[in-house]
Structures are given as C-alpha cells and as structure tokens.
C-alpha cells in the first residue's frame, strides 16, 4: 500500500486541500523519510504510516497551521509550535517521529554537532 491523499485528510480530520496538493506533500513527505532511513529496512506499512503523518505534519506547518487555541472576543488564535521547531512543531510530526521504527526522525530537529578552534597564531603567552 502507498500513502493516499484521503489517508492524509482522514489524519487530518479535515483539509480543504484537493487531492493533488496532498498527493504533493505525500510524494515530499516519502521522499523526506526515505533520505533518513536510507539503506535502512522499513516496513512498508511501517513506512506509510509514518510518512502519513509526515504529510499531514507539513500541511499543519504550512497551508493549514495546526491551532492550539482561539478566544472569541478579539480573534486570537494561537497556533501549534514555532518556526524552526521542526517535527516538533506539531502533533502530526510528533506522531511520525513515534511511529517510526528506525529512529532516524527522533534527532530531525537536533543541530549537528560542531567544533572551532579558535586561531591562536600570533597570540603572545
């Protein structure tokens, strides 16, 4: 089985997305997963859920942002997670980042670790 736009609206609970845009989020979503889990064996189910989730986490980041909490008065609406907080930024990734049977999505949002020296030449003891 491959991941199809209703598996992804059905995740959702509702989208007002078509087809074709999901079906665009699902094939980058695929292609996002299969890039971490690279020469990894994933069950195909396995696979598909998580990059059902994958999906519905980059409509909730993007189009349709996942909301936390609206007040009535003056319109607030509060939304799920920050920009830059990665898979962390929504349920959906969260979710994914669970499913997924490698782990290869639980350091996503980590930066790579790095090391400066810094230049010493020249400096006097």
Request: aromatic residues 2%; negative net charge; proline residues 4%.
């Amino acid at each position: 089985m491959t991941v199809q736009p209703d598996d992804v609206a059905d995740a959702l609970g509702s989208t007002d997305l078509s087809d074709s845009q999901l079906q665009a989020l699902i094939d980058a979503a695929g292609r996002m997963y299969d890039r971490r889990t690279e020469g990894k064996n994933v069950d195909t189910e396995a696979r598909d859920d998580v990059v059902t989730q994958l999906a519905a986490h980059l409509v909730a980041s993007g189009p349709e942002r996942q909301i936390s909490s609206a007040g009535e008065g003056g319109g607030n609406v509060s939304f799920e997670g920050e920009t830059g907080q990665g898979l962390s930024a929504t349920t959906y990734g969260q979710v994914a980042v669970t499913l997924d049977p490698t782990g290869s999505l639980a350091g996503a949002d980590k930066p790579s670790a790095s090391i400066e020296v810094p230049d010493a030449k020249g400096l006097d003891r």
